[in-house]
């Protein structure tokens, strides 16, 4: 199967070249190059790309959230008594969740977050996993409670949403989260943690939001679509979501425990972007569609000023598929060869684009520090008032906290 998957990305890049080639207003330096004399092109090589991407390092600014929490975290303790409390779901033992488990108990502790873990076994019923939910829900030391997705096939992720409590859904996956964040108009609960943390990386690199053309490849539940509505809502001139679902014959086997056990090894613990719908069952033959909506995606992403990638596909975007210029966010978390990588071809890409986000070091630390922000501003508001803490503004100015909502009051009509 890899080896077919390899064979198709291969001829939809062959494909894309071609197109590049016959496009007037092509970006790209294979485009230049065929309108230009096609014997001086045969005859002299093309220059290496002299420019160099600037990269936002996702761990510094990690690290400076991280000290605005353990200060806020501290005042927390001081005045109500308790610190923060997180309670954890664990179900089965997939190896990379219970990397990614570890990386946040950690984390909670640098903070001054206390945290409790449950871990249920692989064969636990739906029913033992909503009965551990809503324990935690209910336990008054517990600021957000979240379940370390993915679970079990067998189990549905939509029922065990729902048996949240909404005002202790810190990863924003409850249906009245989502679609208040969703809505125009509306004050949102919690953010989900990836674009809440991609929002704030993009505020502290200096990178302008308000008027900008953007293009989301990837439209998952827990990044592709709340980005797309956080960047809208953030004053985007215009949004694109790429829906990952018309090419999902490439990501069949985007959950398989060969691909767990390679991402622990690679110390890879990001969440990797959930696949599609019914992907095990779409056939072999679906593969050229996927060909041929591949081939279609260049003359999209070059339109961004702001790309975001989070399909998890290894080194997808090429450098031919960027504007010039563009600010580049790569969500990606791949193993290839035992290397960490994104769904970005970093190297070629970083001769195009005017900023970009690394893999790994990127968006990955940013996602963990704001699990803990909602856990910290849940406490806050539970245990002294919003008012009583000095306000940590989660994204630089671009969302402002009132009461128990994220608001946008200057870009919303």
Same mark, same amino acid.
């Given at each position: 199967?890899?080896?077919?998957?390899?064979?198709?990305?291969?001829r939809s890049l062959r494909l894309t070249s071609l197109q590049d080639k016959s496009s007037a207003c092509c970006l790209s330096s294979t485009s230049a190059a065929h309108q230009s004399s096609s014997n001086a092109a045969a005859a002299t090589p093309e220059p290496l790309p002299t420019h160099t991407a600037r990269f936002l390092d996702g761990r510094a600014a990690a690290a400076d959230w991280h000290a605005e929490l353990a200060r806020e975290s501290a005042h927390i303790l001081k005045v109500a008594g308790r610190r923060p409390g997180l309670g954890v779901v664990l179900v089965?033992?997939?190896?990379?969740?219970k990397l990614y488990v570890t990386r946040k108990r950690e984390a909670c502790e640098k903070v001054g977050i206390s945290e409790r873990l449950v871990q249920l076994p692989d064969d636990c019923s739906i029913g033992d996993v909503q009965r551990v939910v809503g324990e935690l829900c209910a336990d008054p030391g517990i600021d957000g409670v979240l379940v370390q997705l993915p679970l079990p096939p067998d189990i549905s992720e939509e029922r065990v949403?729902?048996?949240?409590?909404?005002?202790?859904?810190?990863?924003?996956f409850h249906p009245l989260n989502m679609g208040r964040m969703l809505m125009r108009g509306r004050s949102t609960g919690f953010v989900p943690a990836t674009a809440l943390g991609t929002l704030r990386l993009l505020a502290a690199g200096g990178v302008e939001l308000r008027g900008a053309s953007v293009v989301v490849v990837g439209d998952s539940n827990t990044v592709g679509t709340p980005l797309a509505a956080l960047m809208r809502d953030a004053g985007a001139a215009s949004v694109t979501v790429v829906h990952r679902t018309s090419y999902s014959a490439l990501f069949a086997d985007a959950l398989s425990p060969r691909l767990a056990a390679a991402r622990v090894a690679a110390a890879a613990c990001a969440p990797r972007v959930p696949p599609g719908p019914s992907q095990a069952a779409r056939a072999a033959d679906v593969r050229e569609e996927a060909l041929e909506h591949l081939a279609g995606l260049p003359g999209i992403t070059r339109t961004a000023d702001v790309l975001v990638v989070a399909v998890g596909y290894p080194r997808l975007v090429r450098a031919s598929w960027v504007k010039p210029?563009?600010?580049? +966010?790569?969500? &990606?978390?791949? +193993?290839?060869? &035992?290397?960490v990588v994104g769904d970005v071809d970093e190297a070629g890409v970083a001769g195009v684009a005017g900023v970009m986000t690394p893999v790994p070091g990127g968006v990955g630390p940013m996602t963990i520090a704001a699990t803990l922000h909602n856990v910290v501003a849940s406490?806050?508001?539970?245990?002294?008032?919003?008012r009583e803490v000095p306000q940590v503004e989660p994204l630089g100015g671009l969302l402002r906290r009132g009461d128990l909502h994220y608001a946008f009051p200057d870009s919303r009509t």
């Amino acid at each position: 199967m890899a080896v077919r998957l390899q064979q198709v990305l291969r001829r939809s890049l062959r494909l894309t070249s071609l197109q590049d080639k016959s496009s007037a207003c092509c970006l790209s330096s294979t485009s230049a190059a065929h309108q230009s004399s096609s014997n001086a092109a045969a005859a002299t090589p093309e220059p290496l790309p002299t420019h160099t991407a600037r990269f936002l390092d996702g761990r510094a600014a990690a690290a400076d959230w991280h000290a605005e929490l353990a200060r806020e975290s501290a005042h927390i303790l001081k005045v109500a008594g308790r610190r923060p409390g997180l309670g954890v779901v664990l179900v089965g033992d997939r190896p990379d969740s219970k990397l990614y488990v570890t990386r946040k108990r950690e984390a909670c502790e640098k903070v001054g977050i206390s945290e409790r873990l449950v871990q249920l076994p692989d064969d636990c019923s739906i029913g033992d996993v909503q009965r551990v939910v809503g324990e935690l829900c209910a336990d008054p030391g517990i600021d957000g409670v979240l379940v370390q997705l993915p679970l079990p096939p067998d189990i549905s992720e939509e029922r065990v949403m729902e048996s949240f409590d909404p005002s202790k859904d810190i990863d924003g996956f409850h249906p009245l989260n989502m679609g208040r964040m969703l809505m125009r108009g509306r004050s949102t609960g919690f953010v989900p943690a990836t674009a809440l943390g991609t929002l704030r990386l993009l505020a502290a690199g200096g990178v302008e939001l308000r008027g900008a053309s953007v293009v989301v490849v990837g439209d998952s539940n827990t990044v592709g679509t709340p980005l797309a509505a956080l960047m809208r809502d953030a004053g985007a001139a215009s949004v694109t979501v790429v829906h990952r679902t018309s090419y999902s014959a490439l990501f069949a086997d985007a959950l398989s425990p060969r691909l767990a056990a390679a991402r622990v090894a690679a110390a890879a613990c990001a969440p990797r972007v959930p696949p599609g719908p019914s992907q095990a069952a779409r056939a072999a033959d679906v593969r050229e569609e996927a060909l041929e909506h591949l081939a279609g995606l260049p003359g999209i992403t070059r339109t961004a000023d702001v790309l975001v990638v989070a399909v998890g596909y290894p080194r997808l975007v090429r450098a031919s598929w960027v504007k010039p210029g563009a600010a580049v +966010v790569d969500v &990606g978390i791949n +193993v290839e060869g &035992g290397r960490v990588v994104g769904d970005v071809d970093e190297a070629g890409v970083a001769g195009v684009a005017g900023v970009m986000t690394p893999v790994p070091g990127g968006v990955g630390p940013m996602t963990i520090a704001a699990t803990l922000h909602n856990v910290v501003a849940s406490a806050r508001d539970r245990l002294l008032g919003p008012r009583e803490v000095p306000q940590v503004e989660p994204l630089g100015g671009l969302l402002r906290r009132g009461d128990l909502h994220y608001a946008f009051p200057d870009s919303r009509t």
